[in-house]
């Protein structure tokens, strides 16, 4: 029987994710400094709909078109670190399957994978996140480096002034700027020989590897610490909305601020010539006792007021979830670990399946609801009690 046999919905495929990998490597996914992630789904959770009845919704319409090109389902994959950790090649297989399903994907400035590769596999479903940097020629290399090859949207993430904790991992002796290192293996030794399979492809897949980006500003022939001290110095600084500024003045291209939770910031960006806000708080792993992501997205939209398309992540593990967000005033969500749980469980057949359980979720719930386009979502889907948030 296949890993992917019994795998009906999302959560299943996290307890196939969380069979397949050490427990130190699945907590690195799951957890930050505290519950955030969880309160992120709960959140969601709360939302109820009301549904209209004889209406011709029975194949809604689920397509989006976002900066002039349509894409399958509003539903795309963000940005991840170090994703080789939980499969090797794991950038690679999103990227594959993001295609395949036609929806972004967004490679992390953090990934293992190069930009050229991605754009290559992907082509313009390839979008590309980064962290402005400390020093302005640097961030102009990445983004001219970006452009080259081939991207046309910049995620420019603003959560992380500081390197992120994780209090799991701090006991577990491996940190999270260097996860994944030998020294994190050697005191996890057990835990990885009892989950053979994924430490026999970790190995095969030559064991932790170098964030790709970063390579060329770390000290000649660094190794993978090395290049992870290079991205930690430069990203994870005292960022400013000068940054930004410049930012959009180098980048020719779409220009999508992620991390944004406060309505001002939003505006600003706004103001300052982005194309979209994403409402983000970092899956939850972010800042203590942060409030859920989904409850700073109607003041967000009220703040963009329409001027540019307002995104979403942060704890979406159906397409209910999806469905919350876009009657909220979304134009578009994402989400990391959804498919992460698709790769760690069955490589690219389990980032196809993650997506098509979405899909067909999203579609599925449409019909019910009676909405016959996802442009037709609104406010007036929610139940009252749910519709005051929006
Ligand atoms: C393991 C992991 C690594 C991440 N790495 C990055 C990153 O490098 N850059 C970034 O902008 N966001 C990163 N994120 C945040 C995701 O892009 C996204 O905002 C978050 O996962 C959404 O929440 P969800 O996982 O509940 O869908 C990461 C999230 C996880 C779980």
Redesign the pocket.
Known sequence: MGVLDRVVNIDDMRNAARSRLPGFVFE???RGNGDG?AR??EALERYRFTARALVDAVQPALSVDLFGRRHAFPMGI??????SAFRPRADELLASAAREADVPF?L????NASVETIARIAGDNAWF?F?GTAKREVTERVIRRAGDAGIKVL?Y?V?FPISPRNEVMVRKGVSLVRPLGWTGIRRNFLDAVMHLPWALEFLRGGGPQKLDAWVPFAPPGADVGGVLGAYRDLCFHNQTWQELEHARRVWPGKLVI??IVHPDDAARAVDMGVDAVTV?N????KLECMAP?IDSLAPVVAAVGGRVPVFF?????KGAHVLAALCLGARYC?????T?YGVSAAGQAGVARSLEIMKSDIAFNMAMMGCPSVAELGPQFLAPGSREAA
């Open positions: 690195g996914m799951e992630n992120n789904v963000s940005s991840v670190g170090l994703a967004i992390s400035g953090a990934a996140q962290y995620v993430t959560d992620k991390g983000s970092h899956g939850g792993i992501a992540d942060g704890g979406i593990r994402f989400g990391g670990r959804y992460l």
